[in-house]
């Protein structure tokens, strides 16, 4: 019997390159790795007729969430209010979950538990273990 692949295709007659269909294909997942790792976009262009430069333009365009930009020091629009809760919020050092995927503050996250799922650390439940905290009793997906 031969081995087949999800399409029913027996493995040894398909080409390593050939693409591949994965669940995280959306648009939203495209959105959200844009805006998560960024996009910056540099040409330079020149129009010239005979050895004469006519025109010349130099294009710098950046697609990133603020949290993004703000960690690879990229400059924002002159009168873009740093002092808002939105704002704030970036400046916060954040993780990604290892059980959810989904990124909370870093302290939060190592200290006390994930907001979006429960997970807790091992340094929270270490802590909670020695306190005799009775919320630090393994949950599922806690890595204990």
């Not at 950046?62 to 629009?77: I, K, Q, V």
């Not at 996250?109 to 979006?116: I, V």
Request: hydrophobic share 35%; net charge negative.
């Amino acid at each position: 019997m031969t081995a087949r692949d999800l399409s029913g295709r027996p493995v040894s007659t398909r080409r390593p390159l050939e693409p591949q269909r994965t669940g995280e294909g959306g648009l939203a997942h495209v959105v959200e790795v844009l805006l998560d790792r960024g996009l910056v976009i540099n040409a330079d262009i020149m129009v010239s007729v005979a050895g004469v430069e006519l025109l010349g333009i130099r294009l710098r365009a950046a697609l990133a969430s603020f949290e993004t930009a703000a960690r690879y020091g990229l400059e924002f629009p002159s009168g873009t209010n740093l002092e808002t809760a939105a704002w704030k919020e970036t400046e916060d050092p954040k993780e990604t979950c290892p059980e959810c995927g989904k990124r909370s503050p870093t302290k939060q996250l190592l200290e006390e538990y994930c907001p979006w799922c429960g997970w807790r650390s091992a340094k929270a439940l270490t802590e909670a273990a020695r306190t005799g905290d009775a919320s630090g009793e393994s949950r599922e997906g806690d890595g204990a």
